[in-house]
């Protein structure tokens, strides 16, 4: 069973940065294939970004390609996502997720989940 906890949201202005954090606990986390996706107030979870178990794959979504970079450190069991030059449709809860093999881009393949950590943008 693994275990996710991100960290790193808060409230950033239009064109600021942040930058989240995912560790991962109780699995061997080098094996996993991680992502990142966001859910705004009433809309579906969105794919955002996700990196191979080794590091050297790395898939974004459309409305962050350019401006969100994915990176792993597997030695500290984390996953990260900088975010820059955020805008207000950023604004969203903000999962990491993994899952064993390849890397995936829809939320149904991903077995696991962190509880989330939300991100604003004002504008």
């Known amino acids: 069973q693994v275990q996710l906890v991100e960290s790193g949201g808060g409230l950033v202005q239009a064109g600021g940065s942040l930058r989240l954090s995912c560790a991962a606990s109780g699995g061997t986390f080098s094996s996993y294939a991680m992502g990142w996706f966001r859910q705004a107030p009433g809309k579906e979870r969105e794919f955002v970004a996700a990196?191979?178990?080794?590091?050297?794959?790395?898939v974004y979504g459309d409305s962050v390609k350019g401006r969100f970079t994915i990176s792993r450190d597997n030695a500290k069991n984390t996953v990260y996502l900088q975010m820059n030059s955020l805008r207000p449709e950023d604004t969203a809860v903000y999962y990491c997720?993994?899952?064993?093999?390849?890397?995936?881009?829809?939320?149904?393949?991903?077995?696991?989940w962190g509880q989330g950590t939300q991100v604003t943008v004002s504008s």
């Open positions: 990196v191979t178990w080794g590091g050297g794959g790395k």
């Open positions: 997720a993994a899952r064993q093999g390849i890397v995936m881009t829809t939320t149904t393949q991903y077995k696991y």
